[in-house]
Structures are given as C-alpha cells and as structure tokens.
Nanobody, 125 residues
Framework: QVQLVESGGRAVQAGGSLRLSCVASGGTFSRNAMGWFRQAQGKERECVAALRGSGGSKWYKDSVEGRFTPSRDNGKNTVYLQMNRLKPEDPALYYC??????????????????WGQGTQVTVSS
C-alpha cells in the first residue's frame, strides 16, 4: 500500500510560481510512475504532467508544457511539480498519483493505483 501526501498549494498571483511536493510512503517508490492531476470546480480531473520511475520520460498536457515541470527525488520518495507563469485557468485541487508497473497511459487517471488527498492552488489575476 502506498500513501501519498501533497503540499505546497496556496494562493498566488497570476504570473507567479509554486512548487508542489508529494511524499510517498510504502511500496517501492522508484518503480512507480507518478502523475500530477488537477480538478477545477465543475470540471473533470485531468493529468497535467507525469513521469516514469527514473524521471527520464515525461509527459505534459499541452497547455502547461513550458510552464510546469515534474521531477522526482527517489532518495526522498518525493515527486515535485514546479509551476511557473501561473494563469487564471490553473486554479484547482492538485493531486499526485502513483502507477505501479505495468504502466498505463500517462494521462489516464484509471491507470493510477494510489492517490493523495490533494493540495489547493488558487491564482488571482
């Protein structure tokens, strides 16, 4: 069983930056693909970025590529999401999720086996 705890969400002005963190416990962290998802009020949950166990292979939602960067520190069992140039359309509850091998598609929420509780990001214009 894997437990995931996100942190780092807060209110920020448009154009600002945030770094979200997700600490994992249980399981073998380095083997899991990790995804960052978000869900805005009234909208479906969507994947914004994901990366494989080694961190070398990454995926981005088109609208965040160039602004958001996922990374991981397997020694600390932690995955990060660096978010730059935040926009008014970025506010949401941000979740991290873990996908054990065999991996599903990066962007497919159904592929992920474990989820955190989320951390709220608010962007003011």
């Amino acid at each position: 069983q894997v437990q995931l705890v996100e942190s780092g969400g807060r209110a920020v002005q448009a154009g600002g930056s945030l770094r979200l963190s997700c600490v994992a416990s249980g399981g073998t962290f380095s083997r899991n693909a990790m995804g960052w998802f978000r869900q805005a009020q009234g909208k479906e949950r969507e994947c914004v970025a994901a990366l494989r166990g080694s961190g070398g292979s990454k995926w981005y939602k088109d609208s965040v590529e160039g602004r958001f960067t996922p990374s991981r520190d397997n020694g600390k069992n932690t995955v990060y999401l660096q978010m730059n140039r935040l926009k008014p359309e970025d506010p949401a509850l941000y979740y991290c999720a873990a996908d054990r091998p065999p991996y599903g598609a990066y962007y497919d929420a159904k592929a992920y086996d474990y989820w955190g509780q989320g951390t709220q990001v608010t962007v003011s214009s």
